[in-house]
């Protein structure tokens, strides 16, 4: 069984430029959410998906931010005009709606922005 | 609100010394549980331990082992015997289990533990 991934794990870009990310989460997990961490803090919850409906997202997801999760699968979370403040590591996690909801952690993606 | 405390920013020691790293919570949840993630230089974080608000026996894996006092509401995680590849930024992290939850988790800063040769 493979885990979490993320593509790609590294990013740079200047400021102005859109980014998109992609996690593939557990096969089978119906629920998917990205937290963002930056340097020295732990990670942030910005949003989350039940199969393909995003119920929640956190008020540090402005405008810019645009996440999807077409059919239930995989993720994809989008930044336009980024900013140096989107500089940070976004990390992916799933998790199978179990008595126990344990989330299980992709290796993130680092953004850059210059 | 949620909130976690891991008042030690960074923590050093010497290979083969134990080391404790503290943890304390807010919540208003009655039910909740409470993890321990390890994120080496790798970035990934990994699941350490999870337990559950009605759960308050200490645990042992290992060199590991965590106490979980509701009372004061912590949840300290100790590393026996430390080494070198125990080095990485430790997360505590809180999630309600109330129905209708997000379920989402609430982490603390961390805390950088280094463990010298």
């Known amino acids: 069984d493979t885990g979490v991934s993320q593509d790609p794990r590294h990013k740079i870009t200047k400021r102005g430029q859109n980014v998109t990310f992609r996690c593939d989460p557990i096969?089978?997990?119906?629920?998917l959410y990205w937290y963002r961490q930056t340097l020295g803090q732990g990670p942030e919850f910005l949003t989350y998906?039940?199969?393909?409906?995003?119920?929640?997202k956190s008020r540090l997801l402005s405008d810019r931010f645009s996440a999807e999760r077409p059919k239930g699968s995989f993720s994809t979370l989008e930044i336009q005009r980024t900013e140096q403040g989107d500089s940070a590591m976004y990390l992916c996690?799933?998790?199978?709606?179990?008595?126990?909801?344990?989330?299980?952690f992709g290796p993130g993606t680092r953004l850059t922005v210059t | 609100a949620q909130k976690v405390t891991q008042a030690q920013t960074e923590i050093s020691v010497v290979e083969k010394e134990d080391v404790t790293l503290d943890c304390v919570y807010e919540?208003?949840?009655?039910?909740?549980?409470l993890f321990w993630y390890k994120q080496p230089p790798s970035g990934e974080l990994v699941f350490l331990i999870r337990r559950n608000s009605f759960d308050e026996q200490n645990e042992i894996s290992g060199r590991y082992s965590w106490n979980f006092q509701k009372s004061t509401s912590s949840f300290n995680f100790t590393i026996t015997a430390s080494q070198v590849v125990d080095s990485a930024v430790y997360f505590c992290a809180l999630r309600p289990n109330s129905g209708g939850s997000n379920y989402k988790l609430t982490f603390g800063k961390g805390t950088l533990l280094t463990v010298n040769p």
């Open positions: 919540t208003r949840d009655t039910t909740y549980y």
């Open positions: 096969s089978e997990h119906n629920r």
């Open positions: 998906f039940q199969n393909e409906a995003q119920l929640e």
């Open positions: 996690a799933s998790t199978l709606m179990t008595v126990s909801y344990e989330q299980y």
